[in-house]
């Protein structure tokens, strides 16, 4: 039973992440499992302060809808975009990216994942503390 559920929280934080793919401590609720068309899942993460996920590729895409917190998104060779609530940021198919927390807050979004034969993301190496700590941002 998760305890540590927000009174305030839009959905409930559901089950901890896997910590192959996410550096600190991240909470998955899975809204909409894929459907018979097979084409997207829905689902609400809370990152917990200082928590992001690995650097990372959609085969399709991706749709971030911020509800809570602070925190940024940035591809690979770019600047890091500061996100809050109310943010949506279009994730196009293929780019090397990651999201997460700010240090000192936690951060949630929804995410909207496309499918495909080749799966709905293709983890790669953590996101490391000289890169998230010396982030610069646009
Ligand atoms: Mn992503």
Known sequence: MNTQNDQNAIF????KVSADYFTGTAWLKILVPKD???TYAVGNVVFEPG???????HPAGQILLITDGKGYYQEKGKTAR????????VI?????HWHGARPEGSFTHVVITNITAQ?????LAP????E???LKIE
């Open 36 to 38: 018979e068309t097979g």
């Open 12 to 15: 409930s934080k559901g089950e």
């Open 132 to 134: 998230y700590y010396n």
């Open 82 to 89: 500061a996100l809050a609530k109310g943010d949506v940021v």
């Open 51 to 57: 928590c992001r996920n690995n650097w990372h590729k």
């Open 92 to 96: 196009p198919s293929h780019v090397e």
């Open 127 to 130: 996101v490391t503390d000289e």
């Open 119 to 123: 799966g709905a993301v293709e983890w």
